[in-house]
């Protein structure tokens, strides 16, 4: 233990953690750790350039996940770091995946958008609009045959709000009666369209009822309200009732990391981010009577732990080039033929 | 011996694999009480109740996408899309989704589900009902593709594919489901990727698949009788490809005919067409000639239709004039 673990853990001997506490501190670590994948990609550091932050909508996924148990399964979208963080993944391995390492969890093959681990549950994050929701369906019924007692929870950004799958994915899973949850992270904006320019229909989770699921809109500001009608829903999905749950909240910054947001102005931005999940749970919890210094301790616990993370990601090597012709079919199939080798074998001849 | 359609071997597969394999579910549109639009699945419901015969609304990218979840979830689904032409619906469920996920997860995990379609002509289904898409698959890395063209093939390349880690997609040929065979299924198949000579001749090489193996036999038999004598390769699966039996036939030859029922631009017919000029051009004695459907869409007339794909006359014609 370093310093700052051991006054920790003289500070939590001391007194009971809340549960705000807690989810605070899960928020924190998604807060800390997309600034530290941010400073990746201004380092030159990360595997490509599409990376997509979650900060500003920490609630969302820290209120869910809290409500999730082992055992269940979930996809994400493109913007799902703070999901897989929130259900258990190591930093270390989700930013050497960042970084396309051999480290990481998909060996440098997936990257920032097509991380998973299967071990947590994580069916995978997807690049595609609402690729990866029809997923959580196969994997309730999965659930549903096996009468496993898990839920599959599909996440996704109000952009799929406007995709042909979400409907006949919802609409098998009422049909069927799944065990299975399908939330909205809003966060106002697909990349720069937003959400009122893109549909009529803005009370989102009336489109759910309407197909059968229960269906809640949520503000995201306190993530105990998230956590809370989270908890209500994924009850009610391990019985075999499906639900819908939207999550308000404002994205911070652009879509990604490249774009400036020039499709809103500064005071609109101002204003969302006065919208903080974080800050909000950080004051509530000081109104509890802990002491600022207490969660600076934490905050910086948390920053020491995302450090740590970046330098391992850095350290690792990045995959051989051999590793290229892996995993296109499985263990026991021959690898596709390289071009060269093809090549060569043709010229080969007499 | 016992006399088979194509349709009941395909059924009857289903149902043995299903016997043995607790973990194996249809999923489709009319899959179950409906029994298939061709009468597949006619009867299995009876069997296995309408949980491992489950009847879907009409969304095939969901369907797709549902069977990606369940076979991530330890069940082996097979997915029935009723027509080939309706891929395009499904396309980003199974090119972005089902054929790169064990790719892109570094090989955490497979996603070992069979898609049954069936695509072709012949049935004057118009030009949305009618198409031979394999070209679509065979583009995609990760994607198996096994089209059957026998009765007996029908039943063992189903069989195999519901044993194999990653997605297949299996096209069956409208036009075949009624082919009558006298098969003896417990003799042991040829393995899985490897194609099968169905007859052996000096003359010339013509490879081929699906429906078009039908023609090709009838072409030869017809070619036999001008002591043309043709040797014939019926792929049985496109990915995994068989170039070796490809590669060992021609070289005896220098002669080859590439007959698919595809239209002929960036075809299967296409891809095996360069391969074999590629790798086989020392024993070439002539160019690879492609026979396959015209580059336009398919009419409802049957004139037309027939018109529009390779016909066993055409085949015989252009073999003749390769060898002459």
Same mark, same amino acid.
């Given at each position: ?97 960042? #970084? !396309? %390492? ?140 499906? !639900? ?107 | ?152 093939? #029908? ?74 004598? #043709? ?16 590669? %060992? ?75 002459m």
């Amino acid at each position: 233990m370093n310093m700052t673990e051991i006054k920790l853990k003289h500070i939590h001997d001391a007194r009971t953690n809340s549960r705000l506490e807690d989810l605070y501190r899960q928020m924190r670590r998604v807060r800390t750790f997309e600034e530290r994948v941010g400073e990746l990609f201004v380092r030159g550091q990360s595997a490509g350039s599409m990376l997509h932050l979650s900060i500003g909508e920490e609630s969302a996924a820290v209120g869910v996940c809290s409500a999730m148990k082992e055992g269940d399964s979930f996809t994400t979208h493109h913007r799902g770091h703070g999901i897989f963080l929130s259900r258990g993944a190591n930093p270390n391995l989700m930013m050497a995946e960042i #970084a !396309g %390492k051999e480290t990481g969890y998909c060996k440098g093959k997936g990257g920032s958008m097509h991380i998973a681990d299967m071990g947590l549950g994580h069916l995978g994050a997807n690049a595609i609009v609402g690729g990866g929701i029809p997923a959580v369906v196969g994997a309730g019924l999965a659930a549903k045959r096996g009468k496993t007692g898990a839920i599959s929870v599909a996440f996704f950004g109000d952009g799929a709000m406007q995709q042909g799958i979400l409907y006949e994915s919802m609409n098998m899973a009422a049909l069927w009666d799944l065990p299975v949850l399908f939330v909205c992270i809003n966060n106002q904006y697909g990349m720069g369209t937003r959400i009122d320019q893109a549909t009529k229909a803005t009370n989102l989770h009336e489109r759910a009822i309407a197909l059968g699921l229960n269906g809640i809109s949520v503000d995201g500001l306190n993530v105990e309200t998230v956590q809370e009608t989270a908890q209500k829903l994924t009850d009610d999905a391990r019985v075999g009732k499906p !639900g819908f749950l939207a999550v308000s909240c404002y994205r911070f910054f652009g879509h990604a990391r490249m774009d400036k947001s020039p499709y809103r102005s500064e005071e609109e931005e101002t204003e969302g981010r006065k919208r903080d999940p974080v800050l909000f749970a950080r004051d509530n919890i000081i109104k509890e009577g802990v002491s600022d210094e207490v969660l600076d301790i934490i905050d910086q616990s948390i920053s020491d732990e995302m450090d740590s993370a970046i330098d391992f990601a850095i350290s690792s090597s990045p995959p051989p080039l051999s590793s290229m012709f892996r995993d296109v079919y499985g263990p026991n199939e021959p690898e596709p033929e390289p071009v060269q080798t093809r090549i060569n074998r043709i010229l080969a001849r007499e | 011996m016992v006399e088979l359609t194509y349709r009941d071997a395909l059924r009857q597969a289903l149902y043995d694999a299903m016997i043995e394999d607790e973990s194996i579910f249809i999923i489709g549109e009319e899959v179950g009480r409906y029994g298939g639009a061709y009468g597949v699945t006619k009867g299995l419901i009876d069997k296995f109740g309408p949980e491992r015969l489950l009847d879907t609304p009409i969304s095939e990218p969901a369907i797709i996408g549902t069977a990606i979840g369940a076979a991530m979830s330890g069940l082996r689904p097979v997915a029935e899309l009723m027509y080939v032409d309706f891929i395009g619906m499904t396309m980003d469920q199974l090119g972005n989704q089902a054929a790169k996920i064990r790719y892109m997860f570094g090989g955490q995990i497979g996603v070992p589900l069979v898609l049954r379609t069936q695509g072709g002509a012949g049935r004057s289904a118009g030009a949305q009902h009618s198409q031979s898409l394999e070209a679509f698959i065979m583009h995609t890395p990760g994607l198996r593709l096994a089209m059957p063209a026998t009765v007996s093939d #029908a039943y063992h390349l189903l069989r195999q594919s519901l044993t194999k880690p990653d997605p297949v997609v299996f096209i069956e040929h409208k036009s075949l489901y009624s082919l009558k065979e006298d098969v003896d299924l417990s003799i042991e198949p040829l393995p899985w990727g490897k194609a099968a000579v169905r007859r052996h001749g000096s003359d010339i090489v013509i490879v081929t698949y699906s429906r078009q193996l039908q023609f090709v036999m009838q072409a030869a038999q017809a070619l036999s009788k001008q002591n043309i004598e #043709a040797t014939v390769i019926d792929l049985r699966t496109l990915n995994p490809l068989d170039f070796d039996t490809i590669r %060992k036939e021609v070289e005896k030859v220098g002669k080859v005919l590439v007959v698919s029922e595809a239209v002929l631009t960036s075809g299967v017919a296409s891809e095996l067409s360069a391969r074999i000029s590629e790798e086989c051009f020392d024993y070439l004695t002539d160019p690879v000639v492609r026979v396959a459907g015209e580059d336009c869409p398919i009419s409802v007339s049957a004139d037309l239709e027939a018109g529009s794909i390779p016909s066993p006359k055409v085949i015989e014609e252009t073999a003749k004039r390769l060898v002459m």
